[in-house]
């Protein structure tokens, strides 16, 4: 068990979006069991922090901004591999809302992510050319947080990269791997867990968590 959850402590929830979910454009498998979980865990924390993908239309990680592209094939963009994905998370749209069952007033700021154009962004604290941050990392540091706990879709994507950056950046961070689900495509989710471990992100179950 972890030590006593203190005011230096936050959750961040990672795109819990309606194409996450079953019947979503890009639908993580059993995504929609982690949302009650994800809700009763959110008022054990003080802080709260909420993700979102908001995708511009015609995005390059869109396959169909490559033509003869096809989702999951992976091409390389000026900053490195890309993953393409189906169009999804498109701003403004439903897709893009946040899950209907998600049940977090309390929480204290929602973190766009995903809208420049021509980079794709996994992680809240940086996008995925590894050099532009989204300001994460600064308003936690001036909010005096010092141990992130990640939950939310999907593992092996965007709370992976969450979790690495949270390290790199000088914060304890914590995977509470029950309360996410993976994608899991060509082995991304134990290739995920290495990066992670090597990172020094550690990993918990919601019941280790102190009450």
Same mark, same amino acid.
């Given at each position: 068990?972890?030590?006593?959850? *203190? $005011?230096? %402590?936050?959750?961040?929830?990672? %795109?819990? @979006?309606?194409? #996450?979910?079953? !019947?979503?454009?890009?639908?993580?498998?059993?995504?929609? =069991?982690?949302?009650?979980?994800?809700?009763?865990?959110?008022?054990?924390?003080?802080?709260? /922090?909420? *993700? @979102?993908?908001?995708?511009?239309?015609?995005?390059? &990680? #869109?396959?169909?901004?490559?033509? !003869?592209?096809?989702?999951?094939? *992976?091409? %390389?963009?000026?900053?490195?591999? $890309?993953?393409?994905?189906? +169009?999804?998370?498109? $701003?403004?749209?439903? !897709? =893009?809302?946040?899950?209907?069952?998600?049940?977090?007033? @309390?929480?204290?700021?929602?973190?766009?992510?995903?809208?420049?154009?021509?980079?794709?962004?996994?992680? =809240? #604290?940086? +996008?995925?050319?590894?050099?532009?941050?989204?300001?994460?990392?600064?308003?936690?540091?001036?909010?005096?947080?010092?141990?992130?706990?990640?939950?939310?879709?999907?593992?092996?994507?965007?709370?992976?990269? &969450?979790?690495?950056?949270a390290r790199r950046y000088g914060f304890?961070?914590? /995977?509470?791997?029950?309360?996410?689900?993976?994608?899991?495509?060509?082995?991304?989710?134990?290739?995920?867990? *290495?990066?992670?471990? +090597?990172?020094?992100?550690?990993?918990?179950?919601?019941? $280790?968590?102190?009450?």
């Amino acid at each position: 068990m972890l030590p006593p959850l *203190t $005011q230096r %402590d936050i959750l961040l929830v990672v %795109d819990v @979006q309606n194409d #996450f979910l079953p !019947g979503g454009a890009l639908a993580v498998p059993d995504a929609d =069991a982690i949302v009650p979980v994800v809700n009763q865990l959110a008022r054990r924390f003080g802080h709260v /922090v909420l *993700t @979102q993908d908001w995708h511009v239309p015609g995005h390059s &990680s #869109f396959a169909s901004s490559h033509p !003869g592209r096809s989702p999951f094939e *992976t091409i %390389d963009l000026p900053y490195g591999p $890309q993953v393409l994905w189906p +169009e999804h998370c498109v $701003q403004g749209s439903v !897709g =893009a809302a946040l899950a209907p069952a998600l049940d977090i007033p @309390q929480a204290e700021l929602v973190v766009r992510k995903g809208y420049r154009r021509d980079i794709d962004s996994y992680s =809240a #604290f940086c +996008e995925a050319d590894r050099v532009t941050p989204t300001g994460l990392a600064g308003y936690l540091r001036e909010r005096g947080f010092s141990r992130v706990h990640l939950a939310g879709l999907a593992t092996d994507f965007c709370v992976a990269w &969450s979790a690495v950056d949270a390290r790199r950046y000088g914060f304890e961070a914590v /995977v509470i791997g029950d309360a996410c689900r993976a994608i899991d495509t060509g082995g991304s989710l134990a290739a995920a867990w *290495t990066l992670m471990r +090597e990172a020094g992100v550690g990993e918990v179950s919601v019941s $280790q968590l102190s009450p």
